[in-house]
């Protein structure tokens, strides 16, 4: 007696295990993402010629290596805060002018507004070279 293997037909993969691995990185993802804005600090930019009297800002100079001159006076970064924070006790409602270099890189710019913020700046202006 001789018996026949009964031919199965190949099943192709199934979609329905794919879309709920999809949907559950979905989620995921959802989930873990950051839904609040991100905070962020508002800077006004202006060309060189700003017409604020210097009674009312700071000029913040930064080098292209990162050296700093606050109101004209040389100023390590890791003082950059304590100064600032002094001078902005003083009279908040005070306006910061970073007034960059042109080479100065967009790291350090950032890392001045950072500590800007650090230190209590609300008003903050880019002064384009």
Do not use: N
């Not at 908040?92 to 507004?113: A, Y």
Request: net charge negative; proline share 9%; aromatic share 2%.
């Amino acid at each position: 007696m001789h018996i026949e293997p009964l031919h199965r037909r190949a099943r192709g993969i199934g979609l329905a295990p794919l879309v709920d691995v999809v949907f559950l990185l979905l989620l995921f993802f959802l989930l873990a993402a950051r839904l609040d804005p991100l905070q962020q600090l508002p800077i006004e930019t202006r060309d060189g010629g700003g017409a604020d009297s210097a009674a009312t800002t700071l000029r913040l100079d930064v080098a292209a290596d990162g050296g700093l001159r606050l109101d004209g006076a040389p100023c390590p970064p890791e003082a950059l805060v304590t100064r600032l924070r002094a001078r902005l006790a003083a009279e908040p409602g005070r306006t910061l002018m970073i007034v960059p270099e042109r080479e100065t890189p967009l790291q350090i710019l950032v890392q001045m507004t950072d500590l800007a913020r650090l230190a209590g700046a609300q008003q903050l202006a880019l002064i384009e070279p």
